[in-house]
């Protein structure tokens, strides 16, 4: 009996090639490279979410020291650009030949501070006294020395809100001793700085 013939092989039109076939290796290196790039991807947004950008520079708090300039003390103040508040220092000596530098530079060192504030008295028009250029000299001197900048405040009336704060404070009992004048000067400087903080910001 004659055996049946084979089936016949499926048509292919003119022009047209098979399907190419993918060899499984060539599959398995396909996915083994998607699985390694998606997990670098994970891995370098886990380290940024751990690891945040750091903060501008420009936005870290500044420590400032401020100055009340006078013939006879030089009052000084602290404060910083978080917080916004002042506290008085010292009082330093000046004279003819000028203020007492060795006071100035260990205060310096101290609290190293990266800004400086003068305060520049005016007469009561707003016109520039006599010590005004004394207060600009004196400015001037300390940007030279320690190569920070230094802004000028007008101070007028500062001496006087000090001297108003120091006898109430004394009044209610949260000052004990009493008020020498270099705590007036050193006061007086809170005032100039809080006014820079008020003016700058």
Request: charged content about 20%; aromatic content about 4%.
């Amino acid at each position: 009996m004659p055996r049946p013939a084979a089936p016949p092989a499926a048509a292919t039109s003119p022009g047209s090639s098979a399907p190419e076939q993918i060899p499984s290796a060539s599959v398995a290196a396909t996915s083994g490279d998607t699985a390694a790039t998606t997990a670098t991807a994970t891995a370098s947004a886990t380290a940024a979410t751990a690891h945040p950008a750091a903060a501008p520079a420009s936005s870290s708090p500044r420590l400032v020291l401020a100055f009340d300039f006078g013939r006879r003390r030089i009052g000084v103040a602290c404060g910083d650009t978080l917080s916004r508040t002042a506290r008085p220092l010292a009082g330093i000596a000046n004279a003819a030949a000028g203020p007492r530098w060795d006071a100035v530079d260990s205060l310096m060192r101290e609290w190293q501070p990266t800004l400086i504030v003068v305060g520049l008295p005016y007469n009561v028009d707003g016109s520039e006294s006599g010590m005004s250029a004394a207060a600009r000299g004196f400015a001037g001197e300390v940007e030279r020395r320690y190569a920070l900048p230094v802004h000028l405040v007008d101070e007028r009336y500062s001496s006087l809100e000090a001297e108003t704060r120091l006898r109430s404070e004394r009044e209610s009992g949260m000052r004990k001793r009493r008020v020498a004048k270099g705590d007036v000067d050193a006061a007086a400087a809170c005032v100039i700085l809080e006014r820079w903080f008020t003016e700058s910001h």
